[in-house]
């Protein structure tokens, strides 16, 4: 997981007014157990003005993060030794 916050930090870096990559970096940043920096992502994908159906999502996630699954993934990998 941690390959894919540093490939979707890079796309950030390459196109940083697109919402989607910003909306999917915040998503890979809670999953590693990085939710304050998720949720500066979701904010920053929000003002950058998705579609419709995007920005409703986005406003759940910056409400209540990620579904519980997901969550739960991360913390489990977090608590394994080496994890996280």
């Given at each position: 997981?941690?390959?894919?916050?540093?490939?979707?930090?890079?796309?950030?870096?390459?196109?940083?007014?697109?919402?989607?990559?910003?909306?999917?970096?915040?998503?890979?940043?809670?999953?590693?157990?990085?939710?304050?920096?998720?949720?500066?992502?979701?904010?920053?994908?929000?003002?950058?003005?998705?579609?419709?159906?995007?920005?409703?999502?986005?406003?759940?996630?910056?409400?209540?993060?990620l579904p519980d699954d997901t969550a739960s993934a991360a913390e489990a990998?977090?608590?394994?030794?080496?994890?996280?």
């Amino acid at each position: 997981m941690e390959e894919a916050v540093k490939q979707l930090e890079r796309a950030v870096e390459l196109k940083p007014e697109d919402p989607t990559i910003n909306d999917h970096l915040g998503d890979a940043y809670w999953q590693v157990g990085r939710m304050l920096e998720a949720r500066f992502q979701w904010s920053h994908a929000r003002d950058l003005k998705p579609e419709p159906e995007d920005l409703v999502k986005i406003e759940a996630k910056l409400k209540s993060g990620l579904p519980d699954d997901t969550a739960s993934a991360a913390e489990a990998e977090h608590k394994k030794p080496g994890g996280g």
